[in-house]
């Protein structure tokens, strides 16, 4: 069946009835997404690092997306997937840390309280075939304990000592795992991330070279402002690699 | 799972918003196409929303219509209830839940661009999808392919009002010289302390790119001038 559909200013083109008026049944793809999230745990508190692109398709479009948000004072939350859909968590949970603020009982939710209740949020969204799309790492310290967890938009849920999105898992977390320690300083927590965010830079197509890093202490959170890396070219190999077999790559 | 994230799903248009130091410029072609055919070689892709603040339009016409229309209604009533001009960041984000909340049935992508007395100038960016981006400039529409490179080089920030014109008419007349969905005019509107100024560039008064000639009445007056135009490949 064709579908007709106005385009700019009255004139009429065919619509691909792939993407047609489905309604507000389900979402079915993501356009502005952004990439990885790496976050893991060292010895003061937690690290949450990522680069500030927002891809649309295969054009980095825009360049300077915050992906590392605060919630609250205890914790930290990364996004990665749908923007749009990380910009309305962001409202859901400012919403849900003013009413607890409102409460003024010196009380105040923690990061394992809002895991949780993202957890649900997503769950139940995946429930009604309407995801919210999106790989999410929250990252916090209250009263000394230490907490990062990861929860996506099929409502996947779990805590860890370090923790990747997307490209990430695949190219970061066996660094992590072949090097993370308990008891990381700072300086060496970030020269590991680095050494993630790299990898990331050069191996996935949808990173750029403009890094954010935020930590979170009992003492109280930091994202620091955003950052390029150098990167290395110098390999003798990359000379001239089509030396000895013209063709190759 | 099948992921369609071939996103660059916008239409014949060509839209760009800029910041200057007084205010914005907002700049859009004229072309409307059905398929093959232009069926509106001079429209109006800048549409106003309250008298200081506007909106460059791309993708589906009646999506765009009718959420402008729906904004200028909900601004003209807030407007009313404050007492005082609506700001940019309010009318962005009316546009934005309209869009994301409906993004399954939309395809809008918009540029909303305006003064108010608290921020100075200041464009944000509606995609596809209704996530709201404040930025220094911003480009939209299917032309907009062919300009991501010229606004790395050219873009700088805080330009005079002459600059920010001629940035955004060069970069359109650009687009429009690549995009076969992208042509016509210039349209161009100000948004400043002072007001709102409208201009409109037609096609003659456009810069001449690569590959493009002069344009003249006809042959016969080339070839009555004392030198005949040499030919070329």
């Known amino acids: ?249 | 799972m099948d992921l369609d994230l071939s996103a660059p799903h916008s239409t014949g248009t060509t839209i760009i918003g800029v910041t200057y130091n007084g205010g914005v410029v907002l700049g859009a072609d004229s072309r409307t196409s059905t398929g093959m055919y232009v069926a509106n070689r001079a429209s109006d892709k800048i549409t106003e929303l309250t008298d200081n603040v506007y909106v460059c339009r791309s993708g589906s016409a009646a999506d765009t219509q009718v959420i402008s229309d729906y904004v200028r209604y909900f601004l003209h009533q807030h407007t009313i209830q404050l007492g005082q001009p609506a700001t940019v960041k309010v009318a962005a984000n009316l546009v934005r839940l309209l869009s994301y909340q409906n993004k399954n049935m939309l395809q809008a992508g918009v540029i909303v661009g305006g003064w108010d007395k608290y921020e100075g100038g200041q464009i944000y960016s509606v995609p596809l999808g209704g996530t709201i981006l404040r930025q220094p400039f911003s480009i939209g529409g299917s032309g907009s392919s062919y300009l991501y490179g010229f606004f790395d080089q050219a873009w700088k920030e805080d330009m005079t009002h002459e600059e920010a014109e001629q940035l955004v008419v060069k970069a359109a007349s650009l687009a429009m010289a690549r995009d076969g969905a992208s042509g016509g005019v210039v349209r161009t509107v100000t948004i400043n302390a002072e007001g709102v100024t409208r201009k409109f560039y037609g096609g003659d008064t456009l810069p001449l790119w690569h590959d493009e000639l002069e344009p003249t009445n006809s042959l016969l007056d080339l070839l009555s001038s004392s030198v005949p135009e040499p030919m070329s490949t």
């Open chain 1, 1 to 249: 069946m064709e579908l007709q559909r106005s385009m700019v200013d009255g004139s009429v083109c065919m619509k691909d009835s792939a993407k047609s008026e489905i309604s507000s049944e389900r979402t079915l793809y993501p356009y502005v997404t952004g990439t990885s999230i790496i976050g893991m745990k060292y010895k003061d508190g937690v690290i949450l690092a990522s680069d500030t692109a927002g891809s649309y398709g295969s054009t980095l479009r825009y360049k300077s997306v915050e992906r590392i948000k605060q919630v609250g004072d205890h914790t930290l939350i990364g996004a990665s997937g749908e923007i749009s859909d990380f910009q309305e968590i962001m409202r859901y949970l400012d919403e849900l840390i003013l009413y607890d603020k409102m409460w003024d009982d010196g009380n105040s939710l923690g990061p394992k309280e809002v895991h949780n209740y993202l957890n649900r949020i997503m769950y139940n969204r995946r429930n009604k075939f309407n995801p919210l799309w999106n790989s999410l790492v929250l990252g916090g310290v209250k009263k000394g304990q230490k907490y990062l967890g990861t929860v996506n938009m099929i409502g996947t849920h779990y805590e860890d000592d370090h923790l990747a999105t997307g490209f990430g898992n695949h190219l970061a977390r066996p660094i992590l795992r072949s090097e993370w320690r308990e008891d990381l300083t700072f300086e060496e927590a970030v020269k590991l991330i680095e050494k993630c965010l790299l990898v990331l830079l050069y191996r996935d197509r949808s990173s750029i070279n403009k890094f954010q890093i935020a930590k979170i202490t009992d003492e109280g959170t930091t994202i620091f402002p955003p950052y390029a890396l150098k990167t290395f070219w110098g390999f003798s190999h990359f000379q001239n690699p089509s030396k000895g077999a013209a063709g190759t790559w």
